[in-house]
Structure formats: structure tokens, C-alpha cells
């Protein structure tokens, strides 16, 4: 069994503006820094022995930042771990989406696994290499505890695998900036149905001042939980 610390990229500029991101490089905020640094004082307690992350800078920034936190070496960039091609939705607000593609933009919102992005993949397609890369990580790594920073639609889709929903339960989990999940993968385990155990969804209580630095992270926490306010202001699931 691998147990993987699935954590999502702390704040860009455009989470906070409602942009479409994609391939887009675009760096954290002072925000996503804060964040980040945050999640990395959680998971001091975690025993990771590893981290892999998207080579987009708001990725690797945020491994970055938690490796440090961690006393971690630097972490190994996993291309299948980048961003969905959003193609020409790419740098457009979500209401220039709407305007632009509303028929598109209303099946995204309704039925994403029908959707291909103008010029870019299909949810299809990332559902396919968010999966590969989780297994592939998990079976290069038996026995132990590993970090992952991705982004939010491949968060959602390994998640939608890991609880046997499929992708078209896309729209069904939230995934807020710096959120921290878990996931044991039993990849010895040729039944899909029996090779995940989901401890943990869109934790995010250590961006909350009253979360210890220290703390680590219990695997003993509730699977799914509210996340309450704090004091690091959150863009939600976009």
C-alpha cells in the first residue's frame, strides 16, 4: 500500500479573477505562498518520503515551498501531473466562456465527461493520464507516504477514481486552493473497486489560525469535512 498526500496548488492571480487556466504559466500570489507554507507546516508529522509535482510553476511552487517546510529534497517534476489543455478557453473568464462557447460551456457545466476543450483535451483524456500517473506513483513507491501537487481537475478526477464515481462525478467534489487530500492505493489490487481507500477530501483547516503548526495530519480525520473560515482567504473551486 502507498499512501498518497494529494494536495492541489495554492492561489494564482487567476483563481482569484475566475480565469481559465490550463497550460498557462502562471506563478502563485502572495496568497498562494502563504498557503502553501501553511500546508507545509500540517504535514510536518506526515513521515513523506517523497513529492512529485506538475512542472507548472504554481505546482512546483507550492511543492516547493511544503518541501522546505518538511525538510524534504526538491521535488521531481511528473509531466502527466500538468494541467488540463483548456486550448482557447485558456486566459478567458468564465463569463467570456459563456459568452463565447454557451453551448460548450453549458455541457461543461452539465455533462463534462462529453466535453473537449476548443483546440485542447478532453476530460476524457485527463481522467486517463490523472489515473496512470496516480498508479504509476503508487507502484514506484510501496509502502510509502508520497506528496503530489497537481491541479484542481486532475484532484477531482484521481478522487472521482479513488471512490469508484467515475469522471462524470466531476462536478460532485470540491477542491479549494492548497486543499490537502488522501488516499491509501493498494496497487496490488487488480479490482479497481477494493484498490482505494479515501481518507481525506478538501482538507484545508491548516489555513486557519488555530490549526498547530505541528500538528501533522491524522489519518484518524473525518474523510470528508466542512472547511471553515479562517484567516487566508480562499478562491474556492476554480
Known amino acids: 500500500m502507498t499512501t498518497i498526500y494529494l494536495m492541489r496548488h495554492g492561489e494564482t492571480q487567476w483563481n482569484k479573477e475566475g480565469i481559465f487556466r490550463g497550460r498557462a504559466d502562471i506563478p502563485l500570489n502572495e496568497n498562494g505562498r502563504i498557503q502553501a507554507k501553511a500546508a507545509g507546516r500540517r504535514l510536518k508529522r506526515a513521515a513523506i518520503t517523497a513529492c512529485f509535482t506538475s512542472p507548472l510553476v504554481r505546482a512546483k511552487e507550492t511543492a516547493e515551498i511544503v518541501c522546505k517546510e518538511i525538510g524534504l529534497a526538491e521535488p521531481a517534476l511528473f509531466g502527466d501531473l500538468i494541467d488540463v489543455d483548456f486550448g482557447e478557453w485558456e486566459g478567458l473568464s468564465k ?3 459563456a459568452q463565447m462557447y454557451p453551448e460548450l460551456y453549458k455541457r461543461w457545466q452539465t455533462d463534462p465527461v462529453s466535453v473537449t476543450f476548443p483546440c485542447g483535451e478532453s476530460l476524457t483524456e485527463v481522467f486517463s493520464r490523472a489515473v496512470a500517473a496516480l498508479l504509476c506513483i503508487a507502484r514506484d513507491h510501496p509502502e510509502e507516504r508520497i506528496l503530489v501537487v497537481t ?3 486532475l ?3 484521481m478522487l472521482t477514481e479513488a471512490l469508484g464515481a467515475g469522471p462524470g462525478a ?3 467534489i470540491m477542491q479549494d486552493t492548497a486543499c490537502i487530500n488522501i488516499i491509501d492505493v493498494h496497487t496490488s489490487n487488480r479490482n479497481a473497486s477494493e484498490r482505494y481507500v479515501v481518507r481525506l477530501v478538501n482538507d484545508t483547516c ?3 489560525p488555530e490549526t498547530p503548526d505541528a500538528n ?3 489519518l484518524a480525520t473525518p474523510a470528508v469535512r466542512e472547511a471553515p473560515e479562517g484567516s487566508y482567504p ?3 473551486d476554480f
Open 170 to 172: 466531476f462536478w460532485r
Open 206 to 208: 491548516h489555513l486557519t
Open 216 to 218: 501533522g495530519l491524522s
Open 151 to 153: 491541479h484542481r481537475v
Open 95 to 97: 463569463d467570456q466562456v
Open 234 to 236: 480562499r478562491t474556492g
Open 155 to 157: 484532484t477531482k478526477l
